[in-house]
T-cell receptor
Framework: SQQGEEDPQALSIQEGENATMNCSYK?????LQWYRQNSGRGLVHLIL?????REKHSGRLRVTLDTSKKSSSLLITASRAADTASYFC?????????FGQGTRLTINP | DAMVIQNPRYQVTQFGKPVTLSCSQT?????MYWYQQKSSQAPKLLFH???????NEADTPDNFQSRRPNTSFCFLDIRSPGLGDAAMYLC?????????????FGPGTRLTVL
C-alpha cells in the first residue's frame, strides 16, 4: 500500500512560473525524500528532509515538511522546460522506500 | 563516474519465454533493489538484497526471481513472462536501508511481452 500520495496528479505551467507539488503520508516518519523521473528513465534523488526540519532548499528547489499534518510540499521556482518530469515523494517503512503516485509536471515553453 | 547500469535498455520477449535483466553498479553499495513500474504508476518494490541476504516482498509473484552473484551485479529473472509483466524494471542501490539513505537508480529496462 502507498505511504505517500501526491497532489496534483498532473500539473502544466508556463516556463518561468513556479510549480508546487504536495505529498501526504500516513504514518510517522524520520525522513521524507523527493525524487524526479524523466520520461522513460530511472529516478533521481532530489532532496531529503528530516522530521525535525521544516524547510530545506537546494538550488531552485524548496521543500517543506509539516509533521503535524503529515504533509510535504516541493516548490520549483522559475521553472524550465528541462523540469518536465514526474516527481515522487517517498518515505521509508520497514527499511523500504515507499513511493507516492507522483505528480506529472509539464513545463510549456 | 560511479553509477548504476542496466542492460538491456529495451527487451522484447514472447509470452512464456524466460528473460533475464541485468544490473551492475560501481558504487560498491551493499543493497540492491528491483522495482517494477507500470505506466503512470509509482515504482513497486519486488525484492532487495542486503549484501547476500535476499528479501522478497510478500506480493511478488513466484514468477520473479533474482540472483546476486557478487556485490556489483544483480539479475532479475522472469521465468514465464505474461502480458501483465510488461513494464519498466528499475534497479537501484543504496548503502544501507536507513531512512536517510538515498537510492541511486539505473535508467531502467523496458520489457515488452508479445
Amino acid at each position: 500500500s502507498q505511504q505517500g500520495e501526491e497532489d496534483p496528479q498532473a500539473l502544466s505551467i508556463q516556463e518561468g512560473e513556479n510549480a508546487t507539488m504536495n505529498c501526504s503520508y500516513k504514518t510517522s516518519i524520520n525522513n521524507l525524500q523527493w525524487y524526479r523521473q524523466n520520461s522513460g528513465r530511472g529516478l533521481v534523488h532530489l532532496i531529503l528532509i528530516r522530521s525535525n526540519e521544516r524547510e530545506k532548499h537546494s538550488g531552485r528547489l524548496r521543500v517543506t515538511l509539516d509533521t503535524s499534518k503529515k504533509s510535504s510540499s516541493l516548490l520549483i521556482t522559475a521553472s524550465r522546460a528541462a523540469d518536465t518530469a514526474s516527481y515522487f515523494c517517498a518515505t521509508v517503512r520497514a527499511q523500504k522506500l515507499v513511493f507516492g503516485q507522483g505528480t506529472r509536471l509539464t513545463i510549456n515553453p | 563516474d560511479a553509477m548504476v547500469i542496466q542492460n538491456p535498455r529495451y527487451q522484447v520477449t514472447q509470452f512464456g519465454k524466460p528473460v533475464t535483466l541485468s544490473c551492475s553498479q560501481t558504487l560498491n553499495h551493499n543493497v540492491m533493489y528491483w522495482y517494477q513500474q507500470k505506466s503512470s504508476q509509482a515504482p513497486k518494490l519486488l525484492f532487495h538484497y542486503y549484501d547476500k541476504d535476499f528479501n522478497n516482498e510478500a506480493d511478488t509473484p513466484d514468477n520473479f526471481q533474482s540472483r546476486r552473484p557478487n556485490t556489483s551485479f544483480c539479475f532479475l529473472d522472469i521465468r514465464s513472462p505474461g502480458l501483465g509483466d510488461a513494464a519498466m524494471y528499475l534497479c537501484a542501490t543504496s548503502q544501507g536501508t536507513q531512512s536517510y539513505n538515498e537510492q541511486f537508480f539505473g535508467p531502467g529496462t523496458r520489457l515488452t511481452v508479445l
